[in-house]
């Protein structure tokens, strides 16, 4: 699907219109300040205006979104107005003739039922009116009608109606791919309310219990880990946006850790080597600490002695590599490939196939787990995260404003 709304962009849009705007530029010649050809000026200023409405359209059709793409919609069709609706409402009007907003409106029943496009004539009693027709074009997203698009202009002209037609075509992608954006984000979201409910049951449990076995014998040392347990809570249920700084995830570790720790007391070494200056690095929110929960699952699992874990985070260049190894109980690689492929989830996978899952979805497929193991031989998990990710920040959500 994907593959198909990208070869509509690339290919009908700019192919149908730049001719439209060819003729137009045929019929009225203009010097072309040394930008090439008639056909290569016009492909130019295509795309380019056809670049300017797409980002308002990719937020989905709003009165805010149509508001700012209008007149670049009017622009690549060259009419003397053009407007987008909803299902009920007038979004937006560009252009001259505004006094015809209740006649389209009125008309809109058919194209928004049917999904098909109709031309008419308007009516207008005044002489001097700049616009005697209207072309209504569906703007349809899987199927379904979400709106219109309506160029009005002079006369009725078979090129105009083609043209809105493969406009309206191309505005119905930008809202699909918006679509899409909004699906993924409630993907991401639901993968990280599953992630929170595995840690809540059986870690919270282990925490609370321990805590219990030292309110009598030491109140002081129960009192810390309630704190421990407190903090570590607080940051996993936090809301304040779903992208972290490195600096703040080894934090939440540290609290989980020293919970960790007293529960299995000296069975557990961690050792970290953390160079400053990857601390800032921006990553998805509970990435590392499920790797963390694994390495101590699956290191203290069937042993009887102690369990090392070791975090390292080093600086790559354009990169961090954070790097998370024990000498635990390891794992057959064909049973980790089936549960990073969700073919399985068996206890304590679901962090790993969850965290290798939206590093892709964020940074790109190269840039999921890199994890060595073997039964017996321990586990070792690479993560390397980019540092200066475009539009990944600090600040940013998974949700729209």
Known sequence: MTGFLAGLLVAVLPLL???FWLGRRTARPESLGGLGTPVEHATFETLHTASLAAPPLRAGL?????RRSARRLRTLLGTD???LTDHENLLVWDGVG???RTEIMERLAGPLESGRGEAFRLHCELPDCPVRWAMIAPLTVDDRVHGTLVACAPRESAVLVRAAGEVARWVSVQLELADLDRSRTRLIEAEIRALRAQISPHFIFNSLAVIASFVRTDPERARELLLEFADFTRYSFR???DFTTLADELHAIDHYLALVRARFGDR?????????EVLPVTLPFLCLQPLVENAVKHGLEGKTGTCRIQITAQ?????AL?????????MDPGLLRRILAGEISPSGGIGLSNVDDRLRQVYGDDHGLVIETAPGAGMKITARLPKYQPGVHQTARLTPE
């Open 17 to 19: 219109a730049a001719g």
């Open 62 to 66: 709003t009165e805010e979104t149509a």
């Open 81 to 83: 107005a053009l407007c």
């Open 98 to 100: 505004d006094h015809h």
């Open 239 to 241: 809301r304040h946006g």
């Open 268 to 276: 557990l070494t961690v050792t970290l080597q953390i160079a400053p």
């Open 315 to 319: 600086d790559e260049g354009a990169e």
């Open 322 to 330: 954070v790097v998370i190894e024990d000498d635990g109980a390891g």
